[in-house]
């Protein structure tokens, strides 16, 4: 199996040993109670418009490792990580949730949640109903869909799913058969990742090249590669909305100071 189908294979194996312990009816009635409430602490934070706000919007990410990278940082709290993302400029967060091989954990988006006021995107690999309204409970605003991951049925229905939710859905693709495939899904977020998920290799160029193609009226995020703001410049001008960042990040020693620079504010 390549690197993406082990993944997967442990992401099932996990969502199989969580829902014994957690029965999707308790899910339910946690999402439902989330978006019958009235309070800030249970609205669920509008991704897409942040995406869609003037300029190129930043989705910064809290990653402790990845299988590519190895561990990242061990040594910061995640309400530090994300306080200084939300300082420094970015629209919205993207928190790994993935345990196995991304070190994250379901608990960390209630701890975005409270450390910040950005819509927060569940980084994972969404296999599953359960992780749907997991993700509700648990405080995303909106989940990844991963094409390559997905067959068309399973994609159709998780991404219908979180529309009924109130969830967003990022739905990422690789290739031009792939970016197809979002546009008949009717996808509204479309994230261009330029990792290769099989091998793990990065080709900041697929972005350049898919996002002119990608359909009229979707949000465009471009992921996976990007360090510098020269950069950041050159995908807003071939009509990307949003660029996801982790690692360059994390791995400063000033995250705040790296996040401004990356946007062009620092001064």
Do not use: C, W
Not at 18 to 46: F, K, S
Not at 49 to 78: F, N, Q, T, Y
Not at 215 to 239: K, N, T, Y
Request: glycine share 8%; net charge negative.
């Amino acid at each position: 199996m390549n690197v993406l189908e082990q993944i997967v294979a442990g992401t099932r194996a996990a969502v199989a040993r969580r829902a014994a312990e957690v029965p999707m009816v308790t899910l339910e009635q946690a999402g439902e109670q989330r978006r019958a409430g009235r309070g800030e602490a249970d609205a669920i934070r509008d991704f897409a418009g942040a995406l869609a706000a003037p300029g190129i919007s930043l989705i910064a990410e809290h990653k402790r490792s990845s299988p590519s990278a190895g561990v990242i940082r061990a040594d910061l709290e995640l309400a530090d990580v994300v306080g200084a993302y939300t300082r420094s400029g970015a629209r919205a967060l993207s928190v790994l949730t993935e345990e196995a091989r991304f070190g994250g954990r379901l608990a960390d988006l209630a701890a975005a949640r409270s450390a910040s006021p950005l819509p927060i995107l569940r980084k994972d690999f969404i296999v599953d109903a359960y992780q749907v309204h997991e993700a509700l409970a648990a405080g995303a605003d909106a989940i990844l869909l991963i094409v390559a991951a997905l067959s068309a049925d399973a994609l159709a229905r998780l991404h219908e799913l979180a529309g009924v939710l109130g969830l967003a859905a990022l739905v990422e693709v690789h290739s031009r058969a792939e970016l197809e495939l979002a546009g008949e899904l009717g996808a509204a977020i479309i994230g261009i990742n330029n990792r290769d998920l099989t091998t793990l290799e990065v080709d900041v160029r697929r972005s350049f090249e898919l996002a002119p193609e990608a359909p009229d009226g979707a949000l465009v995020v471009a992921e996976s590669g990007f360090r510098e703001h020269a950069e950041l410049e050159r995908l807003a001008a071939a009509g990307v909305d949003a660029v996801l960042v982790g690692e360059a990040l994390m791995r400063s020693r000033d995250i705040e100071l790296a996040t401004r620079t990356l946007l062009g504010s620092a001064k």
